[in-house]
């Protein structure tokens, strides 16, 4: 929804300005806010700042505030300094509750039968290249195709999202079938719908799954929108939405052995299932049930939230939920491992080798690429308040 910019009144009052809009609606602003803000001061966006907060009077106010010849808003304080401001980047920047849901983030569901987005690997800077991170941001996941199958293919598609990130599994991962299993995605069993790193104090934000060989028979993936069951559980079920968002439970990984594609590692992080932000919208899921600690809550609780998380891991199991698919050789799967949980069906060793390739990308990274991208094309919500996912 596009705010509405044209303001009717502009009232000095005690604590600064009140704003109201042709729409019915109305922002204030604070005087010692918009001190901090005038344009004279630097351009906070580039970090570039002439002005500090340390010269701020606390006891500062507005004067006066009237629109000038060239249509902006002049704000006169009582240290003297006069700031000049455009009513549109005041809109944008009000920090009203009804202006935030004006900018809100641009969400759809997917169930069992969907038709998730598709692409062919775009040319990193172009259009094409928008609408892949555009439908990353509102599905939560799309299938890019024709990436080529070795690792400079991985790195291609890899770098029209963001840097990939390295961990202890290195920049990428191999997940093939081992002899001898030391992580569980190696082995043929089926996987479980989960999201990766819950461990982690910043788990992986996008994440890469580009197919090199495929198995004849079993193998499919398998992805359920954890915001979608979030949602459902939050009209539903207050009682156990309330518990998944308010409680912090251990996830933890410990391998005391170094593999060939892993060091050994001891992680620990506490973090609710669903979190959210401050205008209580859901902006990350963090579930892998194999990744749990004994649960470490008030013993109070420890039933009622049990009924809470068999009601979220039936969701998450549930086939009608379920997007199930066969990646084919050159293709690949763009998912928010923050959103969508991902797993796949068994399959054997008759049916051939199963080769996918893993890398992720931090979610800062892939948010200032979507931005910068919906810029140069002139695209809307650049100022979309993007999920900032699960923080520890």
Not at 289 to 315: C, H, N, W
Request: hydrophobic content about 35%; aromatic content about 8%.
């Amino acid at each position: 929804m596009e705010l509405e910019t044209a303001a009717s009144t502009v009232e000095v009052t005690d604590s600064g300005l009140v704003i109201r809009w042709s729409d019915g609606s109305r922002s204030r602003f604070h005087s010692l806010w918009l001190r901090d803000n005038c344009p004279s001061g630097g351009d906070k966006r580039k970090a570039f700042r002439t002005f500090s907060i340390i010269d701020l009077n606390p006891e500062l106010f507005v004067i006066d505030a009237e629109r000038n010849d060239d249509g902006d808003l002049a704000v006169e304080f009582s240290d003297g300094h006069e700031s000049v401001f455009d009513f549109e980047w005041l809109r944008a920047n009000s920090h009203e509750p009804h202006d935030r849901i004006g900018a809100a983030r641009q969400i759809s569901h997917f169930r069992a039968g969907a038709v998730l987005p598709e692409f062919d690997l775009p040319k990193r800077g172009s259009a094409a290249h928008c609408d892949l991170l555009d439908a990353v941001a509102r599905w939560g996941v799309a299938i890019v195709n024709g990436v080529p199958g070795d690792v400079g293919g991985t790195e291609m598609l890899a770098d029209l999202v963001g840097r990939v990130r390295e961990t202890d599994f290195g920049r990428l991962f191999e997940i093939v079938v081992e002899p001898e299993v030391w992580e569980f995605s190696q082995s043929g069993l089926a996987l479980d719908p989960h999201t990766d790193d819950p461990y982690r104090y910043t788990p992986s934000g996008t994440s890469i799954l580009h197919c090199v060989e495929v198995s004849t028979t079993g193998g499919e993936s398998v992805l359920v929108d954890g915001f979608g069951i979030a949602v459902d559980i939050r009209d539903d079920d207050p009682d156990a939405f309330d518990l998944l968002t308010e409680t912090r439970i251990p996830f933890v990984r410990h391998r005391i052995e170094t593999v060939e594609q892993g060091e050994d590692v001891h992680l620990l992080a506490h973090a609710p299932i669903i979190s959210l932000d401050r205008d209580h919208e859901i902006v990350g899921i963090r579930f892998h049930e194999r990744s749990m600690a004994p649960l470490d809550i008030d013993p109070s609780q420890v039933g009622a939230y049990y009924r809470a998380l068999i009601t979220f891991t039936k969701a998450v199991n549930d086939p009608g939920r379920a997007v199930q698919f066969r990646l084919e050789p050159g293709q690949a799967i763009v998912y928010d491992n923050q959103r969508v949980l991902h797993g796949r069906t068994a399959f054997g060793s008759d049916g051939g080798r199963r080769h996918l390739r893993l890398c992720t990308i931090d979610r800062d990274q892939f948010h200032s690429r979507l931005r910068r991208l919906r810029e140069v094309h002139d695209r809307p919500g650049v100022l979309e308040r993007l999920p900032s996912g699960s923080i520890a």
